[in-house]
């Protein structure tokens, strides 16, 4: 390695966006170029190597994608703090330099360096010891933020606190301005052509949960029964659990929830509540025919189906499949959050009604008595950032990134022997199938004890006694170089776990 920059050869086979991508990795990685170290302009090296400026660009934001360069708007490019795995610690970003949120989990992980190794050390410890942070935190559900655009985020809010200061609460179906954008949201990001009149702003799925199953209680008049995927979303369950309703599991086969269950119901329950473009946890996608057949099946039961359309932005394999709400507006209550596609740290998400008016009433008096839990502050700046375009922007941003980490997934899990890897077409996370519960058990203690944060699939079961086996992980949160360590620890917990198995006389 000569210089900071690398040399371009402009007669090698490889193509020069990728002799960048190479170059600049390898000098960071050989300390050439150090955490902090700030890196030319696009602009700068674009004409210094006489490339092009988006090839550049490119290069950059793979890199940042990795993990390896920190990009702000507003800032310059700097290399980023790592964690190498099995190597020595990089150091840290100085405490200033760390963003003001401290939102970005693996950024300020990765600057924790060797202290990171220290405290999950002591992961395995007494069980009233406060439990450590996981150093890897590979569970379901956290996105990345490390490259939501900080200044439209901030114009946004300035934006917010500079209206004038309203003197009661916010409107109960939310903010005007917000509900629009919410509508055009769903109109370009999920085919759902609806109006701002359908939309409910609430704090995030969880809260829309509740609210639709309060409204369904008031309609029923008496004991409310919901059709829940099993396994499913167990906080999802209770939610609704808890407000008074009986939960029904039904199976779910490879793509989703089995309606064959639903009709053989006899008596069928007032809704059912379903994860059609990525079920929760297993992944399996609803095609277009049981889509009907459900929608069909729901018309004749009159029940209403409850769409949690949780993370159907970020599709990697196959065309994206039209929403439940988008085939039958009479019946399908869509709930949808922004949880994934920026932030849980928003609490923001929605609904859009269906078409009868009778649960709208049932809303609107639940919100007559209990105003919206969203701040008439939040629902603005969160309008102000939608209409500036950073949440499209950021979308198509995550999903490339990713689509990036899912191969890296993929690469270092698929085909292990008796642990078929799963889930993985959309979304953020991954199912890693293990042949019994007890290895399951043994290996996310072998991994919390290293640090590495996995969920278990038995967590999902809506049917006690009958858990799936296997590991339930996220990819999305944290950056390249620890979801590399994450994965192949992961890998090696496996193994060790398998070995005694494979070990066992066959006769
Ligand atoms: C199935 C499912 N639905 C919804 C959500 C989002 O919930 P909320 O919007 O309450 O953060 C999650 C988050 O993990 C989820 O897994």
Redesign the pocket.
Known sequence: VDGPIPAIDRDARSPIGLQLVEGLRRRILDGVLRPGDTVPSTRALASELGVSRSAVVAAYEQLAGEGYLDMRQGAPTRVAALILAGGPSAEGLDDGRRDETGASSARVTAGGGAGGVARAAGAGGPANAAPAPPRIDLL??RPSTARIDTRSWRAAWRHAAALDIPSESPPPFGVPRLRAEIADHLRLARGVACAPEDVVVT??????LALVASALALLVGGALRVAVEHP??P??RRTIERRGATTIPVAVDGDGIDVEVLRRMPRPPHAVMV?PSHQ??LGGRLPVATRLELLGWARSARAVVIE?D??SEFRHLGPPLPALASLDSDRVVL?G????VLT?WL???YLVLPADPALRDAIAAIRADEPSPVPGTAQEAAAALLASGAVRRHIAVTRREYAHRRRLVLAALDGLPNAPLSGLDGGLHAVLELPDAATAAVVVDRLAAEGVAVASLAEYSAVPGDDGAGLVFGYAGPNDTLLAEGLERIRSAVAAAMRPREAQPTA
Do not use: N, Q, W
């Open positions: 379901p559900g704090a995030g799925t969880a809260e829309a499913g979303y906080s999802a994860t929760y946890p949690d949780y993370d709930v959050s922004f949880s994934k849980p609490r923001l998400g």
